[in-house]
């Protein structure tokens, strides 16, 4: 039973296409999380969402919208996809603000041709 | 400056070997420290974590955090060619949300 489960785990798309990722945790968790991984396996958080809250918002272009429509889930839409988008995205829960933990998300890589 | 810096290897050593991973931080707000592990294609996995300076111990791996130099290690003992993987450290301010990734060192133990 896979605790943080993200789709589509592989999307490949043209310049300009909008898509989504979508990201649902089963461990019952307050505090979900996307960062976006590089080719040089750097980690940069993106937007974290604290009981459907936004709590972090990193200097990500507005093309990138975040959504949570329960503590459970947490989407993220892109419109206008550019070649600088290709990456690997996290999505990655954690249960309180003082445990350090977090659990991740097997990944969405995502190509823009 | 990057907030955590970390070599990105790759490192390779003989199965056997003592492995030594670091990191090194400028913000000394951080308090929580943790080693990630992640295999090709999956998603980073919790192995060590650490709150303030001192060491921990967990079978094979130790980690050790120096707050008065701005400094963490992962050491692996007996190094098994399932370890490897890159290792990022990620470090946090009590009381916040924010987690700070190092760059990842990519590791090759070789049978």
């Known amino acids: 039973d896979t605790a943080v489960s993200q789709t589509p785990k592989y999307l490949v798309t043209q310049m300009g296409n909008d898509k989504s990722i979508k990201c649902e945790q089963n461990?019952?968790?307050?505090?979900m999380y996307w960062y976006k991984q590089d080719s040089k396996k750097f980690l940069k958080i993106m937007f974290s969402y604290n009981n459907k809250e936004l709590i972090i918002n990193e200097t990500v272009p507005n093309r990138f919208s975040p959504k949570s429509p329960d503590k459970a889930h947490l989407n993220l839409h892109i419109n206008s996809l550019e070649l600088g988008d290709s990456a690997v995205y996290f999505c990655a829960s954690r249960a309180s603000v003082n445990t350090g933990e977090l659990f991740f998300g097997e990944g969405s890589r995502l190509t823009v041709l | 400056q990057k907030e955590v810096e970390q070599d990105p290897g790759p490192l390779s050593v003989p199965e056997g070997a003592i492995v030594s991973l670091n990191c090194t931080y400028s913000n000394s707000a951080f308090q929580y420290f943790m080693w990630y592990r992640q295999y090709s294609r999956k998603g980073p996995e919790l192995l060590m974590y650490?709150?303030?300076?001192g060491n921990k111990e967990d079978g094979r791996f130790t980690a050790q955090v120096d707050k008065s130099s701005k400094y963490i290690s992962l050491f692996i003992r007996d190094s098994q060619p399932s370890d490897s993987a890159t290792y990022l450290c990620a470090m946090q301010t009590s009381g916040t949300y924010k987690y700070i990734f190092g760059t990842g060192t990519r590791l090759k133990v070789l049978a």
């Open positions: 461990l019952g968790h307050d505090t």
């Open positions: 650490t709150y303030s300076s």
